[in-house]
Structures are given as structure tokens and as C-alpha cells.
């Protein structure tokens, strides 16, 4: 699994073709500082926002909601990226990604790949969160109940905000499909890897064959719905019936009568004769035009699934190539590869076989670009491949129905070359016959079609039945396996939400809560699925403390995540929550004390917290985003 992580490098807050807001953040600890009420949470909100999140039109902070758009330049596994949003309340505008840095991106609009918030219907269009997942080397994920996990989810748990109640793990949503035990559960599971590869590849094609059953189920009832009474027939029952009344033709048009001749007749004959010797002709052609047709879709289909193969192999390499840079990095010649001489770089800011400059993320700059561009044609050779298997299964009825046709019009052309007497009454009765068993051929060749689709979708139907029983019984097995990972993981965050609760202590030395100064790591309960933490069996404290408690879980989660490559969370944190609840300054400053104790000597982690009861050893330019605000943040 890729050791996953993305920093927030700079923000930047476009109002009428200006910059309101323009701040430089940094790895480790960032502090937003300033008196209340001047937008510190704003920023928090914006950062949100731009990396995917969702807010609701009552929700927009002044003065964030008069701005026009946001920049954010974003370190994703060591590669700049900036992100462009636009901001419309009420709304869910698309995200823009380019490769490099902000002075860049910002005056090039060339580069800009567009993504809107969801996915389309067919996948041939990725979202935003599908992206930004590929770049950071996760797969798409899905929750047990089957809703996508976004940008959105993800940001529920990095972001601990002011508004969500003090007892809550995640962000809190206004609806409650969004935030289902399910989808809280799948959510810490992704982040804290307790959900291994292979269980996460089960969940995936379980969706994927569910939504099938589904559209199946429903196509099949449709079906039934206009068969009627007929719903029982197979294609070949239909076939066979077809095959049969041809038959019966034949045998009927080639039955011995006494005929009177009459030179009318004859003139008539002659005439019919002409015009079933043409359609004759024409089914002729038209069959060997349908078997040319479907010998030709049919090597179609295998040049779809020869470059299908190819596109995914070349994607697999895509993917191996860039989790091994990112692991490895840049390889280096010592000796030249034409004359074997020994190479002296002395330009770090060059390629040190060629002296060329380097370029900003040099190394990533088309990855993006190439990963979508295979998307794409995977998604459209995927159509393709579907619509060449369609026309060829309506080329195969095509060519039945076709070959009646052609028997048909050969028995009737040789019965009217002989003469016919229609004042005859046994002939009468036999064009009635006739006649019955053509229309009753054409109404089966209408049914041809729908019984093919019946009989193959029941056939996909009792197969992914079986597929789907047996994929709920490999995810049943792989979750009871994976009991000792949840075990380790659990232990690790308990016993690193300790230090802080154990020294969440008065200016006399004694524990604002009891527990909290006893507690030991079996004391401590975690429950993503009910949205809550537990110390000693209970929930509430006081409203301060319910912060403590809060925000110690999350760091502890992030400080876990620094050790522990199978964690996914992206080594990111965003706290606007530290002194809620009536927070004093003296606990306040014991917290953050705690934090920067925590996470001593740590890398490649960033936490971006707000604060107006800053601790004097955070409150720099070493640790501080900007300087301490006495007025708006964002300068409208």
C-alpha cells in the first residue's frame, strides 16, 4: 500500500480579479492566530471547500461567500498540483487540476483538467474525488452501504470543525443518507486501513454486480410486462416454430390441386412470379450482407478486448512506475551510458546527465494528464466493446429471421410457377392457411428479439446471483480475518490519546476530569459506526472536555499514521475546534503545549489549527500562518 499524504502549500482568495487572502503554509505545525470573530474558521471552511468538501447555501461564512474563487497549491507524495475552485452558493461547481505551482497554473488556462463532483452514470466522466484519489494512490471506495466515498467523506474526519457537536467523531451533515453508520464506518476503515486491499477489491465488484442484478431485475420485469401469457417461451421454442411454419408453407404451396387455367391468372402469375423471383434476389444479398456484417463485428470485438488488455496493462505500468519513483526517486547515472566516462554534476537545479534545468514537478508533470487520458479511452473502449456485442447478437436474429424469409419466398416462387386457379376452393383454403401461418411468422420474429434479450439476461441474472453470493461470503470471511488489525489499530490510538488526557490538568496539578488523569488504554472505547469515543464507559463530559477528548483522538490517529504504512490517512489535520466548549487560556495553552510535545521531532505531517489563545512558543512566524489578525482575515 503507498504511504499516501498531501500538504496544503498555499491558499489564495480571488475577489474581483484580486487576492483578498494569500498565505504560505508549511509541513508540521501551522497556526492561524487572531482575536475572535475576525474569519480564522473562514479559512478553515475555504480549505475545505477547495479540497472537495460541500457547504450548504445557510452555510457560507462572511465574508467567504462575496469572494469568486480559490486557489489552492497542494503538495500530493511530493508533487505540487494547484487546485481551482469557484465559489456559488447554493451550488456544486466543478474542481479544476494542473500540474505545478500557483504562479503558473494561475495564468495558464491551457493546462486545467476540469472534474465535477460526481462521476457520470456510464463512468465514461471521473470526478473530482476519483482523481485525487488515483493521484494519491488509493482505489475507489465504497462504504458497505454502497454510496461513494468523495472528497467530501474524506474531509469529514480531517476536519474537525466548531459547528459538529462536542461528542462527534465526524463532521455532521443535514442529511442523513450522507451520514448513515455505514458510511461512518467505511470511512475510518479507508483512513486507518483496517479494510485491506483485497477486501476494498471484493466491496468493489460486489457494487458493481449488485448494480447489474439490479438493472437486470428491472429489464426482466419490463419484459415479462409485454410478453404477457407468452412470458414462459425460450428462443429456441420460437425458433423451432418459426422453422415449422416455413415448413408448413412449403408442404401447403407444394400440395397437388385440380387447377383451371384461365388466361387471366396466367397474366396474374406471370406478374407474381417476377415480383417473388426479385425478393428472392433481395434476401439473397441481404443474407450474405448480414453474415459479412457479423464476421466483420465479430473480429471487431477482439481488436475491442486486445486493446482493452493493452490499456490496462498500460495503466498497471503507469501506476507500478510511479508508486516505484515515489518510493525510489530519481535514478543516477555515475558514468555515462555512450563513453562509460565518470559524470561530475556540480548543478543540483539540472539533470545531471544532460545539464538541462529542471522543470516544476518535472517528474509528474504529465502523470495526471497520461492517467486520465488512459481512463478516457479504457471507459470508450469499454462502449464500444458493449455496442459491437449488442449488433451482434441482433445480426445472429437478424440472419433467422432472414433465412425464413428467403425459404418462405423460394416455396411460394416455385408453388406460382405452376398454374394456380384461385376460383379453385381447396386453393382458397390453402392461401388462408397460408396466410395464417406468414402472419403468425411475423409476430414470432417480433418475439425473437425479446427472448433473445429474456433468455440472456436471465442466464447474467443466476450468474451474478451466484457471484454475488459468493462475494458476500469472501468479504464475511475477510472481515473476521482481519480482527488483529483492528485490534493494533485500535490499541495504537488509545495509547496515544494518553499523554494528552493525562496531562489535561488545573494550574494546582490535579485533572480537570477524574477519568481522564486514571485512564488507561483499555479504558477507552471507539465506535465510528455510533460516532462516538467512550472513556470509562461514558460519553459526556463537560463541554471543554468533550474537546479534549475529541481532538486527542484525532491526533492520535495522525501520530499513528506516521508509523503505520497501512494507514491511508493522508498525514493532514484540520482543527477549528481547540476552545470550544468555554475553553480557558491556561487550558487552552496546556493543549497546545501537548500537541507540539506530541509531535516533536516528527515529519512529513502537517495540522492546521485556529486559535485566539495562541501559546507564546506557537505564536511566530516559525509556527503562525500570517500574522496575528486583530481585523478581517480576508481583506474585502
Not at 335 to 343: D, R, S, T, Y
Request: proline content about 2%; glycine content about 6%; charged content about 25%.
Amino acid at each position: 500500500m503507498i504511504k499516501s499524504n498531501f500538504f496544503v502549500e498555499r491558499l489564495v482568495i480571488i475577489k474581483s480579479g484580486g487576492s483578498v487572502y494569500d498565505e504560505k503554509f508549511h509541513k508540521g505545525i501551522n497556526v492561524i492566530r487572531g482575536d475572535h470573530s475576525v474569519g480564522k474558521t473562514t479559512i478553515l471552511e475555504l480549505l475545505f471547500y477547495v479540497l472537495g468538501g460541500e457547504i450548504k447555501d445557510n452555510q457560507w461564512l462572511y465574508p467567504a461567500d462575496l469572494c469568486d474563487e480559490i486557489y489552492c497549491q497542494i503538495n500530493i507524495n511530493g508533487n505540487s498540483f494547484t487546485i481551482k475552485r469557484d465559489i456559488e452558493k447554493g451550488k456544486i461547481p466543478p474542481t479544476r487540476i494542473q500540474n505545478g505551482v500557483y504562479e503558473v497554473t494561475s495564468i495558464d488556462n491551457l493546462g486545467w483538467k476540469k472534474f465535477g463532483p460526481r462521476r457520470s452514470e456510464s463512468g465514461e466522466r471521473a470526478s473530482f474525488s476519483q482523481q485525487f484519489f488515483d493521484l494519491l494512490g488509493w482505489d475507489n471506495h465504497k462504504s458497505d452501504d454502497y454510496a461513494n466515498l468523495t472528497m467530501h467523506q474524506i474531509l469529514r474526519f480531517l476536519y474537525v470543525d466548531q459547528e459538529t457537536g462536542s461528542t462527534k467523531i465526524f463532521r455532521a451533515e443535514d442529511n442523513n443518507r450522507g451520514d448513515s453508520e455505514g458510511i461512518r464506518t467505511a470511512i475510518a476503515e479507508f483512513l486507518l486501513g483496517l479494510d485491506n486491499l483485497d477486501t476494498h477489491k471484493l466491496r468493489q465488484q460486489l457494487l458493481l454486480a449488485e448494480r447489474e442484478f439490479d438493472k437486470i431485475s428491472s429489464d426482466l420485469s419490463a419484459m415479462y410486462r409485454v410478453l404477457g401469457t407468452d412470458s414462459g417461451l425460450t428462443l429456441d421454442i420460437l425458433n423451432a416454430q418459426i422453422t415449422k411454419n416455413s415448413e408448413d408453407i412449403v408442404l401447403l404451396q407444394n400440395k397437388e390441386v385440380e387447377l383451371k387455367v384461365t388466361s387471366e391468372i396466367d397474366v396474374n402469375n406471370v406478374s407474381n412470379y417476377k415480383d417473388l423471383e426479385r425478393k428472392v434476389d433481395l434476401f439473397n444479398r441481404q443474407l450474405q450482407s448480414l453474415n459479412l456484417d457479423a464476421q466483420a463485428t465479430s473480429g471487431e470485438i477482439v481488436d475491442c478486448e486486445l486493446f482493452g488488455d493493452s490499456l490496462e496493462f498500460r495503466k498497471k505500468s503507469l501506476l507500478e512506475s510511479k508508486a516505484a519513483y515515489d518510493s525510489i526517486g530519481t535514478m543516477k547515472y555515475t558514468h555515462c551510458p555512450c563513453c562509460l566516462e565518470e559524470i561530475n554534476s556540480v548543478n543540483e537545479d539540472a539533470c545531471h546527465l544532460c545539464n538541462t534545468p529542471n522543470k516544476e514537478s518535472h517528474h509528474s508533470n504529465n502523470y495526471m494528464q497520461i492517467l486520465t487520458e488512459l481512463d478516457f479511452q479504457l471507459k470508450s473502449n469499454a462502449k464500444v466493446l458493449s455496442d459491437y456485442k449488442d449488433h451482434l447478437e441482433g445480426l445472429k436474429s437478424a440472419v433467422i429471421i432472414a433465412e425464413s424469409h428467403l425459404n418462405n419466398s423460394q416455396s411460394e416462387l416455385l408453388s406460382i410457377s405452376k398454374i394456380v386457379d384461385i376460383e379453385t376452393q381447396s386453393l382458397i383454403e390453402r392461401s388462408r392457411k397460408i396466410g395464417y401461418l406468414e402472419s403468425e411468422t411475423k409476430n414470432l420474429e417480433k418475439q425473437v428479439n425479446i427472448i433473445m434479450d429474456l433468455d440472456k439476461y436471465k442466464s447474467r441474472k443466476s450468474d451474478l446471483n451466484n457471484a454475488i453470493t459468493a462475494l458476500r461470503e469472501k468479504i464475511a470471511t475477510a472481515a473476521s480475518s482481519s480482527k488483529n488489525r483492528r485490534d493494533k489499530v485500535n490499541l495504537g490510538i488509545c495509547e496515544n490519546m494518553l499523554p494528552i488526557l493525562h496531562s489535561d490538568l488545573r494550574d494546582n496539578g490535579e485533572s480537570y476530569e477524574e477519568v481522564f488523569g486514571a485512564s488507561e488504554s483499555n479504558d477507552i472505547e471507539i465506535d465510528f459506526a455510533k460516532d462516538r469515543t467512550l472513556i470509562d464507559g461514558r460519553v459526556k463530559f463537560s463541554g471543554s472536555s468533550n474537546y479534549i477528548k475529541k481532538n486527542a483522538f484525532y491526533l492520535a490517529a495522525l501520530l499513528e499514521s506516521l508509523s503505520d504504512p497501512l494507514y491511508r490517512l493522508p498525514r493532514f489535520l484540520m482543527l477549528d475546534a481547540i476552545e470550544n466548549g468555554g475553553m480557558k487560556a491556561f487550558r487552552s495553552h496546556n493543549f497546545q503545549r501537548s500537541i507540539v510535545e506530541m509531535f516533536k521531532g516528527k515529519e512529513d505531517f502537517q495540522i492546521i489549527l485556529c486559535t485566539s489563545m495562541a501559546l507564546d512558543d506557537l505564536n511566530n512566524d516559525e509556527y503562525g500562518v500570517g500574522p496575528y489578525y486583530v481585523g478581517n482575515v480576508i481583506n474585502i
